[in-house]
């Protein structure tokens, strides 16, 4: 028998049996964290984790169960886990300084996982960028705004700045205001912003609306209607109210002002202040 055979003979007599037993825990590690995977993943699904961020949150769980699970079979086979820790401590920091923002969305994006402040389809305003949410990645929150562009704002940035999200709750307050001249009759006015109110059938009774004015311009007195709607009627109904509203003030004559300036002057000419004279150009 050559020298490579007696290898090959020398390895399977003292470290064969190993071996064997390393790959054979290995097939049936891998069958069995494929299970725990599905698992996790219909735990996830049928969870109220929103469905976008099921993937996110797969893969950070594989990553750390498959590295875990290589470093014990590196164990197994009497490899030195210490001098590879090393190694990857070393890459892991070389990798982290050179991108320290991309880690800090990753990061923020676990953040965004845990907290929820907002899920897929909900209308927010992130940093003054309104729209909604269409994804949210490991990287990136997509935004889809109201004139259809895609907006991919890093989750570092999602993560420090002020989310307002309009869809959290199921009801909305409206706030409608209607400037009317001070010559009016308010009664008047109120009664026909009473009677809009009470007749919008997307106007919720409960919570009570409430109507009232104030003279608190130049030229005009300000009713401000405050009614709750449903999320999904919030725009329609401002803008059928407003419509509704200004239709009727104007069918029944109550004047709508407008920005003005009045000037005065005096008519003895005291306090008026001669132009300077031109200078004669000499050349």
């Known amino acids: 028998m050559d020298e490579f055979g007696e290898r090959i003979l020398t390895f399977f007599e003292t470290s064969g049996v190993r071996f064997a037993m ?20 219909y735990r996830l ?11 996110f949150v797969l893969t950070g769980v594989k990553v750390i169960v498959y590295t875990g699970f290589i470093l014990y079979l590196a ?3 009497d490899i030195s886990t210490s001098g590879l820790m090393g190694a990857i401590s070393a890459v892991t920091l070389a990798i982290g300084l050179s991108i ?17 402040p907002f899920k897929v389809n909900d209308f927010v305003d992130i940093g003054g960028i309104t729209g909604t949410v269409q994804e949210v990645t490991m990287m990136h929150t997509i935004i889809n705004t109201a004139d259809n562009q895609h907006v991919f704002i890093p989750n570092s940035t999602v993560y ?6 309009y869809s959290a709750n199921d009801i909305r307050r409206l706030v409608l205001e209607f400037g009317v001249d001070y010559s009016c009759d308010f009664d008047q006015v109120m009664g026909i912003i009473r009677s809009a109110i009470e007749a919008h059938p997307a106007v919720l009774k409960n919570p009570a609306y ?17 009614v709750w709607v449903r999320n999904e ?24 002002p407008f920005p003005q300036i009045t000037v005065s002057y005096r008519q003895d000419g005291t ?11 000499k050349k």
């Open 45 to 55: 699904i049928v969870s109220k984790l929103d469905n976008s961020l099921v993937n």
């Open 22 to 41: 390393v790959v054979l825990i290995a097939v049936l590690g891998y069958k069995a964290i494929s299970k725990f995977m599905l698992l996790i993943k």
């Open 210 to 226: 409430t109507l009232h004015y104030a003279a608190d311009k130049d030229s005009s007195v300000t009713f401000t209607a405050k």
């Open 233 to 256: 009627d919030y725009w329609n109904t401002k803008w059928d109210f407003e419509e509704n509203v200004f239709r009727t003030l104007a069918a029944e004559g109550v004047e709508i």
């Open 75 to 77: 164990n197994l086979l």
């Open 160 to 165: 420090s700045s002020r989310i307002m999200n």
């Open 100 to 116: 320290q923002n991309v880690l800090s969305s990753v990061a923020n994006g676990i953040m965004l996982v845990t907290t929820r």
């Open 271 to 281: 306090g008026a202040r001669p132009l300077p004279a031109a200078k004669e150009d």
